[in-house]
């Protein structure tokens, strides 16, 4: 049994078949997990959330960001952007059995084996791997509950900046969403700046990457994570393993072996 990390897929099947074909992949033996973004921006959206449902227990998801917008646009009546690529899924007669199948997934995932972590963007600042846990598991709840549609109708937005324990609601939802699924770096209050999208070259002055300062508790345990595709793989220190490598903008998807520390990668999104 082996278990493989693969970076934001974005609606890109061709090179995650590719890859698994390479890795000789078998769901009755071998994982699969996923940081998130599955789909969204790239071809072939539909046949992604297809061929990973089919996957059964092999899969292991955590969402993205884009994944919520899609709950979004399937169940709190939000509407497309110019930019989306999910009119397929929209219209499929299978919708409803995919989207439960999506909502289903946590923000984070913790595999005390494996001692390893998975998130789409990040670890909120501060915090400890138990309140990791507990944040994300609060979004859970609210996601996967009765109240479920409303959340993520009136979950968009940037504020607020900083997490205060005593936030409440759906501020305080917002900001562990924005935390867990579209952080890439910090100003120097600890607030979410979720405006710059480039390489740490470019970090503007008093501005860091979330992953520098991370707590203790994750000194020695890998944190897994995809969203920012201009690290292009690099930047992050060990343990922290970033692995979008923006197959959907013309880069790569990149494959990690969690048991053995191989990676692997396949050409761009076609």
């Known amino acids: 049994m082996a278990s493989y990390a693969v970076g934001d897929l974005q609606g890109c099947l061709e090179p995650l078949q590719r890859g698994l074909d390479a890795l000789a992949f078998d769901p009755a033996r071998d994982r699969l997990w996923l940081v998130g973004d599955l789909v969204n921006r790239g071809p072939n959206s539909l046949g992604t959330l297809r061929f990973l449902h089919a996957l059964g227990g ?13 709950l979004a646009l399937l169940l709190g009546g939000r509407s497309p952007s110019k930019k989306d690529t999910l009119t397929e899924i929209l219209e499929a007669e299978d919708r409803e059995r995919l989207t439960a199948w999506l909502r289903a997934w946590p923000l984070l995932h913790y595999d005390p084996a494996l001692d390893a972590v998975m998130v789409h963007a990040g670890i909120p600042p501060g915090f400890d791997l138990a309140a990791a846990q507990a944040g994300a598991a ?3 709840a609210a996601l996967q509950g009765p109240e479920g549609p409303a959340f993520l ?3 968009y937005g940037n504020e607020p900046r900083c997490w205060a324990e005593s936030l409440d609601g759906l501020p305080r939802l917002r900001w562990l969403v924005n935390a867990f699924t579209r952080m890439r770096v910090l100003d120097a209050d600890e607030g979410l700046d979720l405006t710059f999208k480039g390489p740490l070259a470019a970090l503007p002055p008093g501005r860091r990457p979330w992953f520098d300062g991370l707590h203790r508790d994750f000194a020695t345990r890998r944190v897994l994570f995809g969203h920012w595709a201009a690290l292009d793989g690099k ?5 922290c393993l970033a692995l979008d490598t923006g197959a959907v903008w013309g880069g790569a998807l990149s494959f990690y072996c969690l048991d053995n520390g191989i990676f692997h990668q396949e050409e761009a999104c076609p």
């Open 58 to 70: 092999a899969v292991q998801a955590v969402l993205g960001n884009h994944d919520l917008h899609l």
């Open 153 to 155: 109708s009136a979950m």
């Open 138 to 140: 609060e979004v859970a």
């Open 235 to 239: 930047g992050a220190p060990a343990p």
